[in-house]
């Protein structure tokens, strides 16, 4: 059928597509391989369900969670299409009569898990009726560098070939642009279409609050314990933490435990349960992850640090589906960096265990017990040791667990360039976790979507922390207040590294104050001056004499940070420190700050040290920010109108009001009134980002004539 809306519209009772998926179903239809990275909850499923039966025949689906397959495999059953399913969890007859069926050719889809492709004489048997379209789902399984790797999903691209001229198309939600490469790769797409949309999850506030082990199951019942805040996914790092922590939160509303170790029934029955609303809560492993595709839930939590932020973006993904505001809370501590640390080092043998291993395989299958007594190893780190040979094309495993030589000689290289990715991967994590700039805009780069990656979300706990009901903060000190001044001050001249900043000031400006006596104080300054827009931290790198490279942070002012060196003046309700001796569970209560005396003066003036400091601190401003400049009548209302207008607008959205607009640029528009969107942003301190979110509202109260 070529009318692809009509048939959106009598499969699934849609009358629309969502934004995006309409050009990925005409050209899958039209049977181009393609790759599509979509965020979680975007309707990624959509794109190789409606192709499938548009073109007829029997689509092929390989899934790697058999609750993610279930459900997909449920969902499309109840639209009466013929669907069968091949894993793990059901019995052998039930496999068989997915065969047949798919052979008959009665099926719409067929499901099947990746390993399936190892049993001798499948993929012959899906060979002898070619299916009609082929999907890879959780694509990034199949990469080097993806963070779930399988080695089943590394080989699929042996068999596809049997399998052609169907088309291929692998969907993901966490690709970085190297997975993506990857992914067409390995597979073998033919001159794919590529469809990378959007990382950004407007509704999606997330916080990440450092807290010790001990207290995150207590702190997670207090934050669950506010219905607002249920139903709710929980992930926990282990099935044992799981399993307690569900107990915890069934003592107070309905929570169950889900993961890989529970009986397949058991599992079943608490997804449907959670599907259905009869239970609020499900406790999670990290490691299982789940194939859930509940819309309403308003909270993920995580009480560790996941291992990468691929994971982290998929898992808290699956919050908000609805559209409306969700959160995700992300508890963790320096001591899960050295966790992950160990589970990397436990799941990554060395090379030479691997060589040892790689040595004694031979061209016949051999059973693993033999090898790993003859070896003098542990059936655990056989185990590992193998599994990365096959990631490698050095080993090759059977449906018996039987392991031979795979043929490739050259492993180590790429072996050894996996281990560093991973490390790298629980590096990029803890530098999220520790970072104070906007979370969702962190993510964006993460992705490598540089269109989207200057455009804060608003909502985040750094974008608005006094909206946030994880973390709490207090109001600065008149002493912290001058420290943030200093800091201002040694970048005006030009960006620095954190550490250098560090030890410049506490040599100097900062020398006697806790900021200058402890690192962690002054990263806390500066992790509030990134809150409040005034400065911004990139990461950077450079090589050193060894040729080792050195990664670092790098800290630059802002234009509003210049604004605010330039009048001496900072505006202290917008610059919060994180109160590191208590995490809060935020109420409506506790969401209003306490407010000191120098908060209520909402200003500082500049100081002595300051001035002595900064000889350039009283600069020459452009003859549009002067203040000595007298308005017209009509000036004066514009300059009023666009100061309530700024005001609501930060209320509305929880940020500084300078966010919004600028003392500097707020004159100008002023002054020069500008008549369109081009003259609006040749005016300093308007950027794109700005004339896009505030520019048609800017202009409406310069020109009401010209916006209707």
Known sequence: MNDLTQLLHTTFGFTSFRANQEAVCRAVTDGRDALLVMPTGAGKSLCYQLPAIARGGTALVVSPLIALMDDQAGKLSAEGLRVGRIHSGLSREDARQACREYLDGT???????????????????????????????????????????????RTLGEHLPKLRPAPIIALTATATPAVQKDICGQLALHNPALFIHGFRRENLAIEV????????????????????????????????????LAAELARHFPAAAYHAGMDPGVRERVQAAFQSGKLEVVVATIAFGMGIDKADVRTVVHTALPASVEAFYQEIGRAGRDGLPARSVLLYSFVDRKIHEGFLDRDYPSASDLARVAKALTDEYLMPEPLWRKLKMTPDLFTKAVEKLASQGAAQLDMAGNVRAGGADNWRSGYEAQVAFRREQIDRMMSFAESNQ?????????????????????????????????????????????QFLFILHELDERSRSTGKLFTTLAEGSLRG?????????????????????????????????????IHYKKASLTYEGREAVETGKLHAPDLLLEDVGEAKVSTAKSKKLKTSKVLRRAEIAQTSVARKKTPNFHRERPDTADPAVVLTAEQQEIDENLRAWRKSEAERIGLPQFFVLGSTALRS??????RSLAQLQTITGIGPDKVNRFGAAILQICIPSLVP
């Not at 080097?144 to 999903?153: I, L, T, V």
């Not at 985040?460 to 709490?472: F, L, R, V, W």
């Not at 809150?531 to 090589?543: C, H, Y």
């Not at 528009?669 to 500008?674: A, D």
């Open 513 to 549: 104050t806790a900021a200058g006596r402890d690192r962690k104080s002054f990263d806390s300054l500066l992790d509030a001056l990134v809150r409040s827009a005034l400065v911004e931290i990139v990461g950077d790198s450079f090589t050193n004499a060894e040729g080792n490279v």
């Open 107 to 153: 099926l719409n889809f067929l499901f099947i898990a990746p390993e399936r492709m190892r049993v001798p004489g499948f993929p012959e048997m899906l060979a002898r009726r070619k299916p009609s379209l082929i999907a890879i789902d959780e694509a990034h399984c199949i990469s080097a560098w993806g963070h779930d790797f399988r080695p089943d999903y």
């Open 209 to 244: 609050v450092e807290l010790s082990k001990p207290r995150r199951h207590e702190f997670t019942t207090k934050l669950l314990r506010e219905s607002g805040a249920r139903p709710a996914i929980v992930y926990a790092p282990s099935r044992r933490s799981a399993e307690e």
């Open 669 to 674: 528009i002023v002054l020069l009134r500008p």
């Open 438 to 482: 906007c979370r969702m805009t962190s993510i964006i780069r993460h992705f490598g979507d540089t269109a989207d990656a200057h455009r804060r979300c608003g909502i985040c706990d750094a974008c608005s922390p006094t909206t946030a009901t994880a973390q709490a903060y207090r109001a600065p000190s008149q002493d912290e207040l001058r």
